[in-house]
Each structure stands twice: as C-alpha cells, then as structure tokens.
Nanobody, 123 residues
Framework: QVQLVESGGDLVQPGGSLRLSCAAS????????MAWYRQAPGKERELVAI???????????TYADSVKGRFTISRDNNKNTVYLQMNSLKPEDTAVYYC?????????????WGQGTQVNVSS
C-alpha cells in the first residue's frame, strides 16, 4: 500500500514563508514526476510547480507564473519526498496544497495524491 503524507501548512502573515513536505512510503519501485497543486475556495485545482526526472542531473522544473521567483520545488530521491519552499507569501496564495507523485507500484506507473495541507496567508 502506498501513502503520501503532507505537512507544513499553516497560517502565516503576508510576506512570510512556509515549507511544505510530501513523503511517499510503501512498496515503491521508482519515482518520476513530483508536483504541487493548489485549490482555493470556489476555484479549480491548479498546478503550482512540477519537477520531472528521477536524478538531480536530469530534473527539470516548471512553475506557474503566479509563483515564479517566490516558490521553489525540490526533491530528495532517497526519501521519496518532494518539498515546496514558499517565500514572500501573498493572501492570494491561500489554498489547500496537494502533492501529486508518479510512482512505480506493482507492475506499472500510477499517480497518487496527497491528502492536502491548508495554507492561509492573512494578517
């Protein structure tokens, strides 16, 4: 059984920082694309950042325009963990943040979602 556990969500003032974590555990044979999405109240879930590739050398990252220069996605392949460092947070960053990870489980690749972690940016 595979499990994704997220942590790091909190209430923070505008301009503050948070670091989200998402750790995958279970019978995992490989990890490929790792991504963060978010969903604000009344809005559709949107891609925030994505990192592809398994090794540090061939990994590429892509960010939503709204977070470029403020957020950084990174991964620890030894721990099957993806992080999202969020700096200069704005009220419009308030949302539930979900990780989405492409894992090799059993005999094939499958995408798994984390349970979500709430980020509130407010003074």
């Amino acid at each position: 059984q595979v499990q994704l556990v997220e942590s790091g969500g909190d209430l923070v003032q505008p301009g503050g920082s948070l670091r989200l974590s998402c750790a995958a555990s279970g019978s995992i044979g490989g990890v490929a694309t790792m991504a963060w999405y978010r969903q604000a109240p009344g809005k559709e879930r949107e891609l925030v950042a994505i990192t592809t590739g398994h090794t540090t050398g061939d990994a590429t990252t892509t960010y939503a325009d709204s977070v470029k220069g403020r957020f950084t996605i990174s991964r620890d392949n030894n721990k099957n963990t993806v992080y999202l460092q969020m700096n200069s947070l704005k009220p419009e960053d308030t949302a539930v943040y979900y990780c989405n990870v492409n894992l090799f489980v059993g005999n094939g690749w499958r995408k798994y979602w984390g349970q979500g972690t709430q980020v509130n940016v407010s003074s």
